[in-house]
């Protein structure tokens, strides 16, 4: 499974970014995708996630400013991030479970891409 994210950059405290990730490959499913974070210095962490059902589940330090959504037909996942803070600075990571063969299921990893947040 092959995973592209696209949508990072640069803006002010207060702006909105969007972040876009797709998958491709072989697979026999997708269960979840979702975001992850890693700030410099930090590990990573969890975002968000959305199941194949759309459970969604945020992280206590964006809930109410950013927003998972999930295109199952097209293996797509989004983020939406408003209310930008500088503390949201990190790489951001897309990632999905997945269920492959013949090794079953396993977590991908999509290249980070950078989201900079200037006070």
């Known amino acids: 499974v092959q995973l592209q994210a696209s949508g990072g950059g640069l803006v002010q405290a207060g702006g909105s970014l969007r972040l876009d990730c797709a998958a491709s490959?072989?697979?026999?499913?997708?269960?979840?995708m979702g975001w992850y974070r890693q700030a410099p210095g930090k590990q990573r962490e969890l975002v968000a996630d959305?199941?194949?059902?759309?459970?969604?589940n945020y992280a206590d330090s964006v809930k109410d400013r950013f927003t998972i959504s999930r295109d199952s037909a097209k293996n797509t996942v989004s983020l939406q991030m408003s209310s930008l803070k500088p503390e949201d600075t990190a790489v951001y990571y897309c990632?999905?479970?997945?269920?492959?063969?013949?090794?079953?299921?396993?977590?991908?990893w999509g290249k980070g891409t950078l989201v900079t947040v200037s006070s």
């Open positions: 990632a999905a479970d997945a269920w492959v063969r013949p090794a079953g299921g396993m977590r991908f």
């Open positions: 490959g072989s697979f026999v499913r997708i269960n979840s």
């Open positions: 959305v199941t194949s059902l759309g459970s969604t």
